[in-house]
């Protein structure tokens, strides 16, 4: 379910309300990759703490762990809205980060197929064959290692008929 900016800033103080503002689409692609690093850090952080907070909340209200103040707390509403969009500001940096990254390997692999290209392009200048790969002799006839057969086909099969016959007459 979405959440509106109203409920973000109801959940969140003035320093994460920055934070996550900046990962939004204008903010988010000014960052540098080592503010978003730090970014990343300091969201997981908050969001970690948020995390916990809801976690004593709902044991107080299921009674197994003791009040932090005066009663027990009675919803864990907000600090789960906190959580949530904490949660989303640093999927969108995760996002952004390994779109980065992807754009990088992209450009490095550009570079390494030009870079291939100059030295096939200055190696055909030079006279060189493409492919220095060569048949030499050919293909060689290989010995078999089994020994030779030395009786006749015909015969085994003139015995294995004779073998089918007598099977045949002791079975009727």
Same mark, same amino acid.
């Given at each position: 379910m979405?959440?509106?900016?109203?409920?973000?800033?109801?959940?969140?103080?003035?320093?994460e309300q920055?934070?996550?503002?900046n990962?939004?689409?204008?903010?988010?692609?000014e960052?540098?990759?080592?503010?978003l690093?730090?970014?990343i850090?300091?969201?997981?952080?908050?969001r970690?703490?948020?995390q916990?907070?809801v976690?004593?909340?709902?044991r107080?209200?299921?009674?197994?762990?003791?009040?932090?103040?005066?009663?027990a707390?009675t919803? !864990?509403?907000?600090?789960?809205t906190?959580q949530?969009v904490?949660?989303?500001?640093?999927?969108?940096?995760?996002?952004e980060?390994?779109?980065?990254?992807r #754009? !990088?390997?992209?450009v490095?692999?550009?570079?390494l197929a030009h870079?291939?290209?100059q030295?096939?392009q200055?190696?055909?200048?030079q006279?060189a064959?493409?492919?220095?790969?060569?048949?030499h002799?050919? #293909?060689?006839?290989? !010995?078999?290692?089994?020994?030779?057969?030395?009786i006749?086909? #015909?015969?085994?099969?003139?015995?294995?008929?004779?073998?089918?016959?007598?099977?045949?007459k002791?079975?009727s």
């Amino acid at each position: 379910m979405a959440i509106s900016r109203k409920e973000e800033e109801r959940a969140l103080d003035k320093a994460e309300q920055e934070l996550v503002a900046n990962t939004r689409h204008p903010a988010l692609q000014e960052l540098s990759d080592k503010d978003l690093s730090h970014h990343i850090k300091l969201l997981r952080e908050r969001r970690d703490k948020a995390q916990g907070e809801v976690q004593r909340r709902r044991r107080e209200m299921r009674g197994k762990a003791t009040a932090k103040g005066a009663e027990a707390a009675t919803s !864990a509403a907000g600090n789960s809205t906190k959580q949530e969009v904490l949660s989303q500001a640093v999927r969108r940096l995760n996002a952004e980060r390994t779109r980065r990254e992807r #754009m !990088a390997a992209q450009v490095s692999q550009a570079e390494l197929a030009h870079t291939a290209l100059q030295l096939k392009q200055a190696s055909t200048d030079q006279g060189a064959p493409l492919n220095t790969r060569h048949a030499h002799q050919g #293909m060689r006839n290989a !010995a078999s290692q089994r020994p030779k057969n030395l009786i006749r086909p #015909m015969e085994l099969g003139r015995q294995r008929k004779a073998g089918a016959v007598a099977q045949a007459k002791r079975d009727s």
